[in-house]
């Protein structure tokens, strides 16, 4: 009997709420609601620093990295970022007045809205910069046009993660279902820590006279909500004074750490800088180098899935704190947004920020929204953007950069069940292996090696030939990290098998076994190749039916490397997922006909356990069982290829926390 799959379980039907727009007839309730009020300037100033860091983060590393020059960074890009600030600050803003007017709720307070701080590192790490280390090196680029190229493959992946993010109000309900909420916040808490909070912190100490001030300026406020003297921000005291210990304390230390020459010329640069639709760059890019963005697929989907999901779970934040708003068109403007920056030079997308609560209680309405709007696009569009990165050291921000990174990993475990930890905790896994894929070169170099990783690889790959080998450096760091940042996906799958095994929900844990088998063999994951001389991960499609076989020579299957390269498809570990995912098939089989692999009772020996952990427990699954009735009786709940996992309720905070993301 052919099985009918109904089409709405996949899309979901959008909140839109037509009520909200409707004019401001006699049916809504009449209260005054300002367009600007006290708490808006506390909120603008918490907002601002917090876009403020993004931007200086963003200045910093691609510079270093991605080889942008000032002009392409100051008249391109920053007003691109000030077309998508723009966009969502001044839809949110109106959107409360809105909502404010029919919901007659006077302290309604605006979605917090700006640049996506784990979308920066992941744009600028693992596809940006891997674009120009590629082709910097290739006389037929140079330096100048592989920064261009490295630009526009940003633009694109913006734009691609803003549809992503746009799509996310039609089927974001189905995917937080179908996915388990430890498995996408895993791989995000990877990324927060691993790529975000670590190489700050290192930072931190290595410019301590300046960065530690901040550093416990942010914790005080951040973690120890003390409010400082006049109601100011955290984030922005900690700018003041790093700005101003990095100025001064070279005059005790004699280590210079600003540069006036800087300020000086960027003081060149201040200038009308219209923002400049590039969108014959986004088709130029899309026509030549097509297989260049299928490469990246790997970074782009999961982080504008993430962020699609994040941005969900920030707008029940807002429902929580008595917000009102409506799911669909919040989404799809926070989509838009994204997608109006990599139209017009920005190559960073932005998002529905965390912390709502907290702008409500320091008496944020809707003017701090309009603010950090219009702030960013005058001092972006009238070119001073060089000016304030030439003022502000990174070390004034850094603190609050790491803070975001640890905020971002603590949500993963508070939003979770109890019993979900292993699987969060597993997922972090290859996003280790990605940092140590990254240090290992650079370690190499230091230490006088001349033919970089590939010899290693080699050698390891010849001992894996014979019996009983320990050896699993470097090969099978590399092959857990993965081109391309393939990374991601890779924490994402093995943290939802493994919540689902946690769960005794064996049948939908296969289901992403073949998931990760699949995503293996078409070259998302797993798969990477090294060239001779310097370490390169480079771009380079690693499908299944790519040969390097003689015969293919001519065909379109042939693909032609260097030398000596030395490629990993990752054929075994496709084959292992495979073999996982039956095996687990058979499992959920045997153990629905009763026959084997039932419930183990365990008995506690150790005294020591945690009651309050036991405790935390047992009230998750009782949640479950309220969600799920059937699973009270009837053990875990049957599931079929399709059946939603169940969506975990997040532990409600009524403690206002600081904005982050």
């Given at each position: 009997m052919r099985r009918h799959v109904d089409a709405r379980r996949f899309i979901q039907p959008v909140d839109f709420d037509v009520s909200t727009f409707r004019r401001f007839d006699d049916s809504?309730?009449?209260?005054?609601?300002?367009?600007f009020c006290k708490g808006d300037l506390d909120g603008f100033f918490g907002l601002a620093v917090d876009n403020l860091v993004q931007v200086l983060v963003i200045a910093a590393l691609c510079k270093e990295l991605c080889g942008f020059s000032d002009t392409l960074l100051f008249t391109t890009v920053f007003p691109g970022i000030a077309v998508s600030l723009l966009v969502g600050n001044l839809f949110y803003a109106i959107q409360a007045h809105w909502v404010a007017r029919r919901d007659g709720n006077?302290?309604?307070?605006?979605?917090?809205?700006?640049?996506?701080?784990?979308?920066?590192?992941?744009?600028?790490?693992?596809?940006?910069?891997?674009?120009?280390?590629?082709?910097?090196?290739?006389?037929?680029?140079?330096?100048?046009?592989?920064?261009?190229?490295?630009?526009?493959?940003?633009?694109?992946?913006?734009?691609?993660?803003?549809?992503?993010?746009f799509l996310g109000a039609f089927i974001g309900g189905w995917i937080r279902r179908v996915t388990p909420r430890a498995a996408l916040l895993s791989a995000l808490a990877a990324i927060g820590i691993i790529f975000i909070a670590s190489p700050f912190a290192f930072q931190i100490f290595e410019r301590p006279l300046v960065a530690m001030v901040p550093l416990f300026i942010v914790l005080i406020g951040y973690f120890g909500h003390v409010r400082f003297p006049f109601g100011l921000p955290a984030g922005l005291v900690a700018v003041v004074i790093g700005t101003a210990l990095a100025w001064t304390v070279?005059?005790?230390?004699?280590?210079?750490?600003?540069?006036?020459?800087?300020?000086?010329?960027a003081a060149q640069l201040v200038a009308v800088h219209k923002p400049v639709l590039c969108w014959g760059d986004i088709v130029s890019l899309m026509?030549?180098?097509?297989?260049?963005?299928?490469?990246?697929?790997?970074?782009?989907?999961?982080?504008?899935?993430?962020?699609?999901?994040?941005?969900?779970?920030?707008?029940?934040?807002?429902?929580?704190?008595?917000?009102?708003?409506s799911t669909g068109i919040s989404m799809v403007v926070n989509g838009v947004g994204t997608i109006a920056a990599g139209l017009f030079g920005s190559c960073f997308p932005t998002t529905i920020y965390i912390g709502h609560p907290g702008w409500k209680a320091l008496g944020a309405r809707s003017g701090y929204s309009i603010l950090n709007g219009l702030f960013f696009t005058i001092a972006f569009t009238l070119g001073l953007g060089a000016l304030?990165?030439?003022?502000?050291?990174?070390?004034?921000?850094?603190?609050?950069?790491?803070?975001?990174?640890?905020?971002?990993?603590?949500?993963?475990?508070?939003?979770?069940?109890?019993?979900?930890?292993?699987?969060?905790?597993?997922?972090f896994f290859p996003a280790v292996a990605m940092m140590a894929v990254l240090l290992v070169p650079q370690i190499l170099t230091g230490s006088g090696a001349t033919g970089g990783i590939l010899p290693m690889l080699v050698a390891h790959g010849e001992k894996l030939k014979t019996a009983l080998t320990d050896s699993w450096w470097p090969i099978g760091v590399y092959s857990l990290a993965g081109a391309n940042s393939g990374f991601v996906i890779t924490g994402i799958i093995i943290s939802a098998a493994c919540a689902c095994l946690i769960d005794r929900r064996f049948r939908p844990a296969a289901i992403w076994c073949f998931i990760g088998a699949a995503m293996t063999l078409l070259g998302f994951q797993h798969a990477f190749r090294v060239e001779p001389g310097p370490f390169a991960l480079s771009p380079q499609e690693l499908l299944f039916y790519q040969r390097t076989e003689a015969y293919f020579a001519g065909t379109r299957f042939f693909v032609n490397f260097p030398e000596y390269t030395y490629l990993h498809r990752a054929y075994q570990i496709a084959g292992g997922y495979a073999l996982a995912g039956v095996m687990m098939w058979v499992m959920h089989a045997l153990r629905a006909r009763g026959r084997a692999f039932g419930d183990l009772a365990v008995e506690v020996h150790d005294m020591s356990i945690d009651v309050r952990a036991m405790t935390t427990d047992a009230h998750d699954r009782a949640s479950d069982v309220a969600t799920h009735p059937s699973r009270a009786s009837h053990g875990p709940e049957p599931d079929s290829p399709l059946a939603p996992l169940p969506v975990e309720p997040a532990a409600q905070k009524t403690e206002p926390q600081p904005p982050s993301l």
């Open positions: 809504m309730k009449s209260i005054r609601y300002p367009l006077a302290t309604c307070t605006a979605l917090p809205y700006g640049i996506n701080t784990p979308s920066v590192f992941a744009y600028i790490l693992f596809i940006m910069a891997p674009v120009y280390a590629r082709y910097s090196g290739n006389p037929d680029f140079g330096p100048q046009r592989a920064a261009d190229l490295a630009w526009k493959v940003g633009l694109v992946a913006c734009i691609g993660s803003g549809v992503i993010e070279p005059l005790a230390v004699g280590t210079p750490i600003m540069d006036a020459d800087k300020v000086r010329a026509t030549t180098d097509r297989n260049l963005l299928w490469s990246f697929l790997g970074v782009i989907v999961p982080m504008g899935l993430v962020n699609a999901i994040g941005s969900l779970q920030n707008i029940e934040s807002a429902e929580a704190a008595g917000d009102h708003y304030i990165v030439s003022v502000i050291p990174m070390e004034s921000g850094m603190a609050i950069v790491m803070y975001i990174g640890i905020i971002i990993a603590a949500q993963s475990y508070s939003a979770v069940p109890t019993r979900h930890y292993p699987a969060v905790a597993i997922g």
